[in-house]
T-cell receptor, first 114, second 114 residues
Framework: EAQVTQNPRYLITVTGKKLTVTCSQNMNHEYMSWYRQDPGLGLRQIYY???????DKGDVPEGYKVSRKEKRNFPLILESPSPNQTSLYFCASSSGQGAWNEAFFGQGTRLTVV | AQTVTQSQPEMSVQEAETVTLSCTYDTSESNYYLFWYKQPPSRQMILVIR??????QNATENRFSVNFQKAAKSFSLKISDSQLGDTAMYFC???????????FGTGTKLQVIP
C-alpha cells in the first residue's frame, strides 16, 4: 500500500529537549516536504526536498532542521523545541514537479512543547 | 512571494444543496498549479481537485468543480449535491511550476447540515 508514515502521532515534550519526527514514504517519490498547521493560519511549509541531499527552506524554517540522506526518509529535527512550536505537523511526498496531484500526506504528528 | 486568501472561515450548506468556496491568490508567476484539499476530522489531507494554470478548461471531479478565473486570480470550488461526508476543512493551495514551495490558504470549515 502506497503511504507516507510519520512517527510519532502524538508527542509531548519539554522545552529544549531535542526531538526528531520521522517521515518515510514507500513510493520512490523524489519530492518531500514538511508543514505545520495552526488554527487560523492553514498549513505553512517548513522545509522541502527535491532529491537526496537537496533541501530548501519553506516559509517558516526557523527552529527546524531536516536531512535527506535517503530517498525514502525525510526526518524533521527540532534541536531545542519551544512552546511556539506546539502544532500539528504533516509530512508529504510527491512524484515530480507539477505532478502534485500525486501528493501523499502522512497522518500528522500532534506536538506539544511545555 | 505568493499569497493565497480564503475569505470564508466557516460555511454551512444543507444536504443535497450546492455550495461554493472562494479562493483568491496573488502571484507574478505565469506557470503554476492550484489545488483544493479536504481535511476531515480524521486530520487526513485528501486531494479534491487540481487545475493547471495553462489550461483554460475548468477542472471537474464528480460532484466537485472549479471556477478558475486566471485574470482575476480566482479559484473557487463548487460542491454539488452536498453530502454529510463533505463536512471538513477545505484548503486552497498554490504551487509555482518547477518548484515545490507550496502556499496554502487559511482554510474554510464546511458543515453539511442534514
Amino acid at each position: 500500500e502506497a503511504q507516507v508514515t510519520q512517527n510519532p502521532r502524538y508527542l509531548i515534550t519539554v522545552t529544549g529537549k531535542k526531538l526528531t519526527v520521522t517521515c518515510s514514504q514507500n513510493m520512490n517519490h523524489e519530492y518531500m516536504s514538511w508543514y505545520r498547521q495552526d488554527p487560523g493560519l492553514g498549513l505553512r511549509q517548513i522545509y522541502y526536498s527535491m532529491n537526496v541531499e537537496v533541501t530548501d527552506k519553506g516559509d517558516v524554517p526557523e527552529g527546524y532542521k531536516v536531512s535527506r540522506k535517503e530517498k525514502r526518509n525525510f526526518p524533521l529535527i527540532l534541536e531545542s523545541p519551544s512552546p511556539n512550536q506546539t502544532s500539528l505537523y504533516f509530512c508529504a511526498s510527491s512524484s515530480g514537479q507539477g505532478a502534485w496531484n500525486e501528493a501523499f500526506f502522512g497522518q500528522g504528528t500532534r506536538l506539544t512543547v511545555v | 512571494a505568493q499569497t493565497v486568501t480564503q475569505s470564508q472561515p466557516e460555511m454551512s450548506v444543507q444536504e443535497a444543496e450546492t455550495v461554493t468556496l472562494s479562493c483568491t491568490y496573488d502571484t507574478s508567476e505565469s506557470n503554476y498549479y492550484l489545488f483544493w484539499y479536504k481535511q476531515p476530522p480524521s486530520r487526513q489531507m485528501i486531494l479534491v481537485i487540481r487545475q493547471e494554470a495553462y489550461k483554460q478548461q475548468n477542472a471537474t471531479e464528480n460532484r466537485f468543480s472549479v471556477n478558475f478565473q486566471k485574470a482575476a486570480k480566482s479559484f473557487s470550488l463548487k460542491i454539488s449535491d452536498s453530502q454529510l461526508g463533505d463536512t471538513a476543512m477545505y484548503f486552497c493551495a498554490f504551487i509555482p511550476g518547477g518548484y515545490q514551495k507550496v502556499t496554502f490558504g487559511t482554510g474554510t470549515k464546511l458543515q453539511v447540515i442534514p
